[in-house]
């Protein structure tokens, strides 16, 4: 049986008065990737920024619904709730990637010194089991204190990566974390969030169909900002209940 | 390191952030207002002192007696001559800069190489950065006897105070906004416009001033606004170069003074604070406030008009 | 016209401007030329006899004086840039205020500061004819380019980098201070190194401040007494100058040209220096 680490109840998402995200409900299983599949501006990377509250940044955009996080039950797009809250349990691996113009080291210690980590020796720590964990260690620890852009593309995001799970995220979201890499680098990448679901739950967007079919356990297919089915991936890419599915899968539209 | 605190206080440290960075912002406005304030207190005064006639005697005085003399014993309190002084040079400085400034402008953005363009412009920004005391000292003491060997030339005698040396002088120093600015004005009107007029076989020439030029107006026109407004302010150019004496006259060989030449010349004396001569200082400064901030007003208008392509 | 004869034009009055900058120098290095290789030029005071005179006053005055301005304009044009660019609502109404109110700043005539100097902070806020006063007014003169340095070095950060430190729990301040501000450092300082170099130069806000010429002393050295060397009388390098230059014995007008070349070379050096930065920073950061 599995358990729902987050389960997504009628969220929605509006820029101004265009409604982008339209009630979309489904469970987020724990220990488990999920990953949310459709066209290009069906409001998938729109759905996946409120969970980490990405949207408060930004005037104009207003979101309703509710995102209840277990244990405890809150709902973390409850106005209410703080967004730092959030974001200290939720952690989010981007398109590009983003390393911090540091070094190697300060990248992935980052997240830990803003949770008032300082110990020299626990960061040390922290920080090579991270990048063990992002299959990045072997790389870079002769050169931890090497500014992070003199990294390849693919390890750059690795960084990111190993940045986002130092902290020991609950749910880790991941926005099209491989369209800006190379098929080397990609398939690194897919192995390893197979790999990082045991430690946390995974949530990805990709606009790559194959790709969700090879690493995700259940698949959320969305179109025009609506859910349009949701299910374990086997079955979303081999015998879909809904139409549309079907044709997006078979590549009638894209 | 901060960090550590709890998040509640983490949280107050960004309203207290928030606070101080708002007040620095406020803080420019407040400087505004005490610019203001500086003018107007003592510009009022002027104009209700008893030399100056009482108000609004002394208002139509400043503006239709032909002598400026509030240090005299004879206070005559017309500004006309300052204004003279100040337009006159500023028109000279126009009509050098204007022309030589389109043309540079032009040959910069259309016909220049990349690597001329990069080598020339730093230079023009940074005509911008010698101080101003520096041209004055140029205009007094080389363009001035230049011109008058120039001129005897054609028997003809220029003082050495005058208007046209520092005018020629302002005249390059503001290229930065005549060649530059508006250089970034045409840099602006984006190249399909061109290539629209090159495919029906103008050259670049005919493709300058039928269709770039147009395009940019709004640009150019803002740009030369607020080169003619930093003519208009120009205190040490003229302090040193165009005269101490105000003087209503067309003639650019006599000597004149600008309203910022009449600030310097009486800062420079002794000012018993609320004397007569000390507030005189005020109205003038008021009246070069308020004829520099429409001219930028005029160009903020006109840059807002610039096109985004 | 051809485009070749119009392109000859535009080249040689481009040469012609760039002509004109070289015979300033030139006429300042020429003309200034016995006092400006004289060791003691730089360490004299002001005299009545133009031989002896020197600028040891004038650029001790300068050094002070541009200190205070630094500070000032540091104080108040990096967080008001702050402001604008990470706190403000773009829409409000307060924030297109004080915007639109900085540009305007820019744009007032720098004598204009000298008048709000000596009617306010000289006689009503009693600051007296001071380093403080001179320190002060330089500062509120720069304060508009340090706050376009600022903004448009915050703007250059992309937004993935922000969002990053944000996903991870930072709070405001915390992205600014330890992503933000330090990465837009280079881009201030440009913005401040250039600013001195004009303020150098900056004679009309000074000289209604009664920036006495004759200074024949030091003010108090600031570890001294700082008091008495924020309320002391000075002078500048570009006031020393205009005093010479306004001289008619044209000894004193060696003088005047030698005080210019320093100030030339000053402006030009620190220009320099910004063009540098820039050019560093742009291979340091990936924007």
Known sequence: MNNIKLDLRKVSVFYGKNQAVKEISFPVYENKVIAIIGPSGCGKTTLLRVLNRMHDLYPDITYTGEAILSPEGINLIDKKVDPLKVRMRIGMVFQKPNPFPKSIFENVAYGLRIRGINNKTELKDRVEEALKASWLWDEVKDRLQDN??????????????????????????????????????????????????????????????????????YTAFMYLGELIEFGPTEKIFTKPDQKLTEDYITGRFG | MLSRLPLSVKKRLDTVFHLFFFSMGLVTIVVTFLIVLALVLDAVKFFLHE??????????????????????????????????????????????????????????????????????????????????????????????????????????????????????????????????????????????????SYALGANKVTTFFRVVLPAAKSGVLAAYLLGISRALGETMVVAVAAGMYPNLTLNPLEPIQTITGYIVQVALGDLPFNSFEYLSIFAAGIFLFIVTLFFNLLAVYFKSKVKGY | ??????????????????????????????????????????????????????????????????????????????????????YADRESKIARIIEANISNLAAVPSIVYGLLALGIFVHRFKLGESILTAGLTLGLLMVPVIVVATRESIRRIPRSIREAAYALGATKWETLFHHIIPYSLG????????????????????????????????????????????????????????????????????????????LLVLAFLFNALAFYIRYKLRKRYVW
């Not at chain 1, 130092?166 to 969030?193: C, G, Q």
């Not at chain 2, 009482?54 to 005299?72: A, V």
């Not at chain 2, 005549?178 to 602006?188: H, R, Y």
Request: with cysteine; aromatic share 12%.
């Open chain 1, 148 to 217: 992070a852009y003199s990294l390849s593309g693919g390890q750059q995001q690795r960084l990111c990566i190993a940045r986002a799970i130092a902290v020991e995220p609950e749910v880790l979201l991941f926005d099209e974390p491989t369209s800006a890499l190379d098929p080397i680098s990609t398939a690194k990448i897919e192995e390893l969030i197979v790999e990082l679901k045991k430690k946390t739950t995974i949530l990805i967007v990709t606009h790559n169909m194959q790709q969700a079919a090879r690493i995700s356990d």
């Open chain 2, 51 to 196: 030399e100056a006639g009482g108000f609004p005697k002394s208002l139509i005085r400043f503006f239709t007696e032909t002598q400026w003399t509030p240090t005299f014993y004879d206070k005559q309190i017309g500004i006309l001559p300052l204004i003279n002084g100040t337009f006159m040079i500023a028109f000279i400085s126009g009509l050098i800069s204007i022309p030589m400034g389109l043309l540079i402008a032009a040959y910069l953005s259309e016909f220049a190489s990349f690597k001329t363009r990069e080598f020339i412009k730093p230079w023009l920004d940074f005509m911008e950065a010698v101080p101003t005391v520096v041209y004055g000292y140029f205009a007094l003491l080389v363009v001035t006897p230049v011109l008058q060997r120039f001129l005897s030339l054609f028997g003809i005698e220029m003082e050495g105070m005058n208007a046209l040396s520092p005018g020629i002088v302002l005249g390059f120093m503001i290229l930065p906004f005549t060649a530059s600015m508006v250089e970034d004005a045409f840099k602006g009107v984006p190249a399909y416009l061109r290539e629209a």
């Open chain 3, 1 to 86: 016209m051809g485009e070749k004869g119009f392109s000859a034009l535009g080249l040689i009055l481009s040469l012609i401007s760039i002509l004109f900058l070289f015979s300033v120098t030139l006429a300042l290095l020429i003309q200034g030329w016995s006092r400006i290789i004289d060791p003691s030029f730089y360490t004299s005071f002001p005299s009545r006899f133009p031989e002896e005179a020197g600028i040891l006053s004038a650029w001790v005055g300068t050094v002070y004086v541009m200190l205070g301005a630094i500070f000032w304009s540091v104080l108040i044009g990096v967080p008001a840039g702050i402001y604008l660019e990470e």
């Open chain 3, 187 to 262: 881009g201030i300082l440009t913005g401040v190194i250039i600013s001195i170099s004009r303020a150098i130069g900056e004679t009309a806000p000074l000289i209604t401040i009664g920036a006495l010429t004759f200074i024949a002393f030091l003010p108090p050295e600031p570890w001294e007494d700082f008091i008495g060397m924020l309320k002391s009388p000075f002078t500048v390098l570009p006031i020393q100058m205009f005093n010479w230059v306004s001289r008619p014995q044209a000894a004193f007008h060696t003088n005047a040209a030698a005080a210019g070349f320093v």
